[in-house]
């Protein structure tokens, strides 16, 4: 159930750590693929988060003016409150008397928890860094 919020902050930043200047939210929109409007929206939670400034006017957008080693992608996560393993949907009921119909869903809410933090655990090694030196042909294998 990853949003995809996620994966356009991250070619966002990538992008934006990549060309070290200020982008508008066209140029970015257009080099990942999605809307103007989607980028915008993703790019407010990322300049409240302080992951990205902004210039306003005609020659405005957006600056990555963090440290692209230190960032991680658990970080970015964070800052967009997003759960990478969830269910909306839950079994059973704990009213009934049935101790499986009745124990399932709080159960199963714990095993996603585990499994979110085993993810965000994983983000605390891959930096924007990592991913911009992955795409050049310059750096490491992302090992998970």
């Excluded at 585990?114 to 294998?141: N, P, V």
Aim: charged share 25%; net charge negative; with cysteine.
């Amino acid at each position: 159930m990853i949003d995809s919020m996620f994966s356009v902050a991250v070619h966002a930043l990538v992008y934006l750590n990549h060309k070290n200047c200020i982008v508008s939210s066209e140029a970015l929109a257009e080099n990942i693929c999605t809307n103007p409007a989607r980028v915008r929206k993703v790019m407010a939670v990322l300049k409240k988060a302080g992951l990205v400034t902004t210039k306003t006017g005609q020659v405005g957008g957006y600056r990555f003016d963090g440290d692209a080693q230190k960032l991680t992608l658990e970080q970015v996560a964070s800052a967009l409150g997003v759960r990478f393993v969830d269910c909306t949907w839950r079994s059973g009921d704990e009213d009934m008397e049935c101790l499986v119909a009745s124990g399932m869903a709080d159960i199963m809410d714990s095993i996603y928890l585990q499994l979110d933090r085993q993810c965000r655990d994983s983000l605390r090694h891959i930096t924007i860094a990592d991913i911009d030196q992955k795409i050049f042909g310059q750096g490491k294998e992302i090992i998970l």
